[in-house]
């Protein structure tokens, strides 16, 4: 059997037990609304430093 490839019989039949009702729900967390961020530097600095960061590597 080459790279990548699929086998069925490699494939175990698992009957995973469990309830809608445990799962985690993906809106129960929703969260709405706004951040601000200001990190006190101008654009022009941090310019400048990926600039720098760039030449390091």
């Known amino acids: 059997m080459g790279f990548g ?3 069925e019989s490699e494939q ?4 995973a037990d469990f309830d809608d ?3 985690v729900q993906s809106e129960e967390n929703s ?3 706004t951040i601000e961020f200001e990190n006190g530097a101008s654009s022009d600095e ?7 960061i760039k030449d390091e590597e």
């Open 31 to 33: 969260h709405r609304g």
């Open 46 to 52: 941090l310019i400048d430093r990926l600039k720098e």
């Open 12 to 15: 175990q039949d698992i009957d």
């Open 21 to 23: 009702d445990d799962a």
């Open 5 to 7: 490839s699929y086998d």
